[in-house]
């Protein structure tokens, strides 16, 4: 989107005069190949959490023009490379599309490190996921979550994510690997959904249909056991031969058919503890090395477009969960989706509906956070009169 150069001076930007300068005016009109681009790029770029106002990032990189500076801040803005806050002061953040395009601009200096006095690692591109939604990954030990999840794969070290719903558990899964099967659990997943079952054939009769696990098995695919602890233990214990040394499994219901685990195979389970009728076995919880706690990136949320109020109230709200205080708080499912409404019905719907799809013993503690931080009183969505 255009922004509008600002109409007069403003609190925390230095009013320089831009044409007392020689040289960063014209840079800044050359887009993204000027010198100053680059500076200011690369400066939000190591700081991807924080946002400025423009007087901040010309003391940091010694700009001597802050009029420059906003020009450069700008066209990012326009590129889709920074977002510009008006609260009522003009404010920058660099959005994920800028700390990629930041990765590929040449450095003419060295680079501002973050405040922990380390420098950051580039963030990877989003991963496409099969919806076509796009998958922001993070930081999983000394890599990035779907760098780290393929490496485990290769070492055959199988992972058990757990967490909240609309964290990003299935999201992360898909994004690392394209060649991902899933079965959905449930309380009333049978062995069947896992190995497969007789279906009818036109013209009479039937035909055994192998199902995901022997698929995954016999391609050497990965293997995604979602929401694992509603399923029945007696019907997990079927993944159990697949998973340990051997990798073979067999098949009763189709004449004890074997099967063997080809290179690749790779099982992945996920689970969330707060939901009614999750249980965890011992057994279920033995066969995977690593547990991996998948929580919300408030970061990325803020980063996302979600107002950073909205982002306070969830950390509060998840505070109290984890306190036992409300029994629901908002994800980052929930938080995107805040951004979807806001975009089409605005601001005051969007924390409405945010308040109305809270679970109804949680309402009045979302909308009582949300009301806090936002100082507008909240209540949740629905129709007016005519």
């Not at 690997?177 to 497969?196: E, I, K, R, Y």
Request: net charge neutral; no cysteine.
């Amino acid at each position: 989107m255009t922004t509008p150069t600002p109409p007069a001076p403003q609190a925390g930007v230095p009013q320089n005069n831009p044409s007392a300068t020689d040289t960063p005016t014209a840079e800044a009109a050359s887009g993204r190949s000027g010198y100053l681009y680059r500076k200011v790029a690369l400066h939000l770029a190591d700081h991807p959490d924080d946002i400025f106002k423009t007087g901040e990032i010309t003391r940091a990189i010694s700009a001597p023009s802050s009029g420059a500076v906003f020009e450069v801040l700008k066209k990012m803005a326009a590129a889709g490379h920074a977002t510009h806050h008006r609260d009522p002061h003009h404010r920058f953040q660099i959005t994920q599309a800028g700390i990629d395009a930041a990765g590929t601009l040449p450095a003419t200096a060295p680079r501002a490190r973050a405040s922990s006095g380390g420098g950051r690692q580039a963030r990877p591109a989003p991963v496409a996921r099969p919806n076509g939604t796009l998958y922001h990954p993070r930081r999983l030990g000394r890599g990035w979550d779907v760098e780290e999840l393929r490496r485990l794969r290769t070492r055959q070290v199988p992972v058990l994510l757990y967490g909240p719903p609309g964290t990003g558990k299935t999201a992360m899964v898909e994004a690392a690997f394209p060649d991902l099967l899933t079965v959905a659990g449930t309380g009333d997943t049978v062995v069947d959904d896992f190995l497969g079952s007789y279906n009818p054939i036109p013209g009479g009769g039937y035909e055994f249909v192998h199902g995901p696990l022997v698929i995954a098995m016999r391609e050497g695919r990965v293997l995604l056991v979602d929401d694992a602890t509603l399923i029945p233990p007696r019907v997990l214990a079927v993944l159990y031969p697949a998973m340990d040394g051997r990798g073979v499994i067999t098949i009763p219901a189709n004449g004890n058919e074997t099967v063997q685990a080809v290179d690749g195979f790779y099982i992945v389970a996920g689970h969330n503890p707060g939901v009614h009728g999750a249980v965890l076995t011992e057994a279920l919880a033995s066969r995977f090395t690593v547990h991996l706690h998948v929580t919300t990136d408030w970061d990325l949320a803020r980063q996302l477009g979600v107002p950073k109020q909205v982002v306070a109230a969830a950390i509060d709200l998840n505070a109290d969960l984890a306190a036992g205080k409300t029994v629901w708080a908002p994800q980052l499912r929930e938080l995107l989706g805040f951004v979807k409404v806001r975009d089409h019905l605005g601001m005051t719907a969007a924390l409405a509906n945010l308040a109305g799809i809270a679970p109804e013993d949680a309402r009045d503690d979302v909308t009582a956070a949300l009301s806090r931080h936002t100082g507008t009183p909240i209540t949740a969505l629905a129709l007016g009169k005519r």
